[in-house]
Nanobody, 121 residues
Framework: QVQLVESGGGLVQAGGSLRLSCAGS????????MGWFRQAPGKEREFVAA????????YYADFVKGRFTISRDNAKNTVYLQMNSLKPEDTAVYYC??????????????WGQGTQVTVSS
């Protein structure tokens, strides 16, 4: 059974940092593109960042460029999202996602349960 388990969410003040982790199990994700999405209350889920299987190319949503960094450790089957300079509008449930294929484009196949990130002003 394929599983993606996120961790690292929590409550942080504006301007602070958090590092999210997503550990995969049930298959190897070293050849899979992986990404992060988020969903704020009352809003649709939106793309945050994605990384190809080899560590590049990397894509970011405009609203996180320069603040968030996605990375991966294929040996640990884990993808990370380092979030700096957090803003109250970053408050959302953050989801990890993975694809069966190496390319970033197109829909993601596997999803985690999400981790809550709350940024206070």
């Amino acid at each position: 059974q394929v599983q993606l388990v996120e961790s690292g969410g929590g409550l942080v003040q504006a301007g602070g940092s958090l590092r999210l982790s997503c550990a995969g199990s049930g298959r190897t994700f070293s050849s899979s593109a992986m990404g992060w999405f988020r969903q704020a209350p009352g809003k649709e889920r939106e793309f945050v960042a994605a990384i190809a299987w080899s560590g590049g190319p990397i894509y970011y949503a405009d609203f996180v460029k320069g603040r968030f960094t996605i990375s991966r450790d294929n040996a640990k089957n884990t993808v990370y999202l380092q979030m700096n300079s957090l803003k109250p509008e970053d408050t959302a449930v953050y989801y990890c996602a993975a694809k069966r294929t190496t390319v970033v484009s197109g829909p993601f196949d596997y999803w985690g349960q999400g981790t809550q990130v709350t940024v206070s002003s």
